[in-house]
T-cell receptor, first 113, second 113 residues
Framework: GENVEQHPSTLSVQEGDSAVIKCTYSDSASNYFPWYKQELGKGPQLIIDIRSNVGEKKDQRIAVTLNKTAKHFSLHITETQPEDSAVYFCAASKGAAGNKLTFGGGTRVLVKP | GAGVSQSPSNKVTEKGKDVELRCDPISGHTALYWYRQSLGQGLEFLIYFQGNSAPDKSGLPSDRFSAERTGGSVSTLTIQRTQQEDSAVYLC???????????FGPGTRLTVT
């Protein structure tokens, strides 16, 4: 089955700096890659996603890049703010297979004011 | 509009007892998923319902776990004869269809004593 590795497990950045989280996946048939943000005591919140026919997607301060050949994708957060502090999860799925998600282990991001 | 809701938010039960966890998906969403989030295993897929099709139960960890979805809407996850290793946050997600984004509820924190 699919295996998703996520790095780093923790990330501390100064407010205003950029944060980058990287994930690799094992199944070349995976074609959908969402990113979720989880705050304490809440469920994961979808923040951005990318499908395999696109190499990059951007939404304001958040961007995701996908390298299908290398089977890795990354989340980039620019101009970080204290409210970006949370746990971020990457995931992968094969859309035609029912879209069940395989998650990475998560990255705890701390933005220091 | 209203998001995915889950009840109860917290459940403490004694080892060996049965528990039922409830999920109300977003209105109009045909796909519904259950995931489990635990310290040791991260976020893992349990079961998936899509319309009137037979559910994908491939993620259920043992035959003590079962789920049903009545009328294509509300779903109940049942754990029989609970064990301490069942302690986790159980998350429900729904999507418009199996090829669309998944939106998560707040989860039910289950503690087995």
């Amino acid at each position: 089955g699919e295996n998703v590795e996520q790095h780093p497990s923790t990330l501390s950045v100064q407010e205003g700096d950029s944060a980058v989280i990287k994930c690799t996946y094992s199944d070349s048939a995976s074609n959908y890659f969402p990113w979720y943000k989880q705050e304490l005591g809440k469920g994961p919140q979808l923040i951005i996603d990318i499908r395999s026919n696109v190499g990059e997607k951007k939404d304001q301060r958040i961007a995701v890049t996908l390298n299908k050949t290398a089977k890795h994708f990354s989340l980039h957060i620019t101009e970080t703010q204290p409210e970006d502090s949370a746990v971020y999860f990457c995931a992968a799925s094969k859309g035609a297979a029912g879209n069940k998600l395989t998650f990475g282990g998560g990255t705890r991001v701390l933005v220091k004011p | 509009g209203a998001g995915v809701s889950q009840s109860p938010s917290n459940k403490v039960t004694e080892k060996g007892k049965d528990v039922e966890l409830r999920c109300d998906p977003i209105s109009g969403h045909t796909a519904l998923y259950w995931y489990r989030q635990s310290l040791g295993q991260g976020l893992e897929f349990l079961i998936y319902f899509q319309g009137n099709s037979a559910p994908d139960k491939s993620g259920l960890p043992s035959d003590r776990f079962s789920a049903e979805r009545t009328g294509g809407s509300v779903s109940t996850l049942t754990i029989q004869r609970t064990q301490q290793e069942d302690s986790a946050v159980y998350l429900c997600a729904s999507s418009y269809s199996s090829s669309h984004e998944q939106y998560f509820g707040p989860g039910t924190r289950l503690t087995v004593t």
